[in-house]
């Protein structure tokens, strides 16, 4: 007999991305950025260091939201710091969705939004996208308007495709909240902030934000979410009292005052991207125009799983992500945008391989 509940007992989890411990690998598997943060990261976790550890944090993290808050031009009671975005992802489960409602997301994306459902115990729903990457509007529709949430990553994970803001207006939920996962949002061409909140829509819509990618801050784990305060006061009951340790909550605040290192790396990320997609097409490969830190491809002889094994025995670790679809299997193999040297080196062993 086990002692776990039922739907803990049943479910697969979350399978996390690689990770090597030892030296000597091209990592192009996990969308961390390929440079380093701003040096006045390190001076601001120095600081701490040097002060009263042993005291608690600030558990509203005053600081970060006020600087956040400037950021996106909003109060900050509109601004909620978590453990990276997905606690944020967590907390929205636990604040809005009861066991055996529905909760959705486009697919193929984020698998950790329906492990969140499993673990609530809520029933999950699919909206399979085009082979194009665009919604299915009549399916979408009707989903949403039943969804107690409906979690849309943009741009979308694997396949780094934006949608319009206006795609997006139509499918929040009649009785639920309608959340913009934006990851990757200052990895597009035309990054933004928060249009949709500011357009009069802000009661029923949620922006999670993570500093793991484009701030270069994944080892810290630090993320959080833009809303209206009445939605972030409830959330801000479900959150563990101190969610934020004085460290993250530190470096988050020295990386988000430096705009200007984080753009110089976005930037930077954006013209190799354009350069992978280039050179993967010229290799045959099928590459979504991408809006993220990373490109998703696919080959019309289907030998995606070989080309991953083959990078991987060269120490090159891309992600090969497999998708049961209603009318067959979608793979194929997404690359994290790397250095330009790191490029050149998936760039040459695809042309060995073949």
């Given at each position: 007999m086990s002692l776990f509940r039922p739907q803990v007992q049943q479910m697969a989890g979350y399978t996390p991305g690689e990770q090597p411990q030892e030296s000597g690998w091209v990592k192009l598997n996990t969308n961390e950025n390929a440079y380093p943060p701003s040096p006045r990261v390190k001076e601001a976790v120095q600081h701490v260091?040097?002060?009263?550890?042993?005291?608690?944090?600030?558990?509203?993290?005053?600081?970060?939201?006020?600087?956040?808050?400037?950021?996106?031009?909003?109060?900050?009671?509109?601004?909620?710091?978590?453990?990276?975005?997905?606690?944020i992802l967590t907390i929205l489960m636990r604040s809005f969705v009861e066991p055996n409602e529905l909760?959705?997301?486009?697919?193929?994306?984020?698998?950790?939004?329906?492990?969140?459902?499993?673990?609530?115990?809520?029933?999950?729903?699919?909206?399979?996208?085009?082979?194009?990457?665009?919604?299915?509007?009549?399916?979408?529709?009707?989903?949403?308007?039943?969804?107690?949430?409906?979690?849309?990553?943009n741009p979308n994970a694997p396949s780094g495709n934006r949608w319009p803001d206006e795609d997006l207006l139509s499918l929040i939920p009649t009785q639920g909240v309608l959340v913009l996962d934006e990851a990757y949002g200052d990895f597009c061409d035309r990054?933004?902030?928060?249009?949709?909140?500011?357009?009069?829509?802000?009661?029923?819509?949620?922006?999670?934000?993570?500093?793991?990618?484009?701030?270069?801050?994944?080892?810290?784990?630090?993320?959080?979410?833009?809303?209206?305060?009445?939605?972030?006061?409830g959330m801000r009951k479900v959150k563990d009292s101190y969610n934020c340790n004085a460290l993250s909550l530190a470096a988050a605040i020295a990386a988000l005052k430096d705009q200007e290192w984080m753009l110089a790396n976005t930037?930077?990320?954006?013209?190799?991207?354009?350069?992978?997609?280039?050179?993967?097409?010229?290799?045959?490969?099928?590459?979504v125009d991408s809006q993220t830190n990373f490109v998703w491809c696919t080959h019309p002889d289907g030998e995606h799983e070989?080309?991953?094994?083959?990078?991987?025995?060269?120490?090159?670790?891309?992600?090969?992500?497999?998708?049961?679809?209603?009318?067959?299997?979608?793979?194929?193999?997404?690359?994290?945008?790397?250095?330009?040297?790191?490029?050149?080196?998936?760039?040459?062993?695809?042309?060995?391989?073949?």
């Open positions: 260091l040097e002060g009263r550890l042993n005291i608690y944090p600030d558990p509203l993290a005053t600081e970060f939201r006020k600087v956040a808050a400037e950021l996106f031009q909003v109060d900050p009671d509109w601004i909620l710091p978590g453990n990276g975005s997905d606690e909760v959705s997301a486009p697919y193929p994306s984020y698998t950790l939004y329906e492990t969140l459902a499993e673990i609530q115990g809520a029933r999950f729903h699919r909206i399979q996208l085009n082979p194009d990457w665009d919604w299915p509007v009549a399916d979408a529709l009707e989903v949403a308007a039943k969804s107690k949430i409906l979690f849309v990553p990054p933004h902030r928060c249009e949709l909140l500011k357009a009069g829509f802000g009661a029923k819509i949620v922006v999670t934000r993570s500093l793991s990618k484009s701030y270069s801050l994944a080892g810290i784990r630090f993320g959080f979410a833009v809303a209206h305060p009445e939605l972030i006061r930037n930077r990320i954006r013209a190799t991207r354009d350069l992978l997609v280039m050179e993967l097409r010229k290799l045959g490969f099928e590459a070989r080309r991953y094994q083959e990078l991987k025995q060269r120490k090159i670790l891309v992600r090969y992500m497999k998708f049961t679809l209603r009318d067959g299997i979608l793979d194929g193999l997404r690359i994290t945008v790397g250095t330009e040297d790191e490029i050149q080196q998936v760039l040459d062993a695809l042309r060995v391989i073949g």
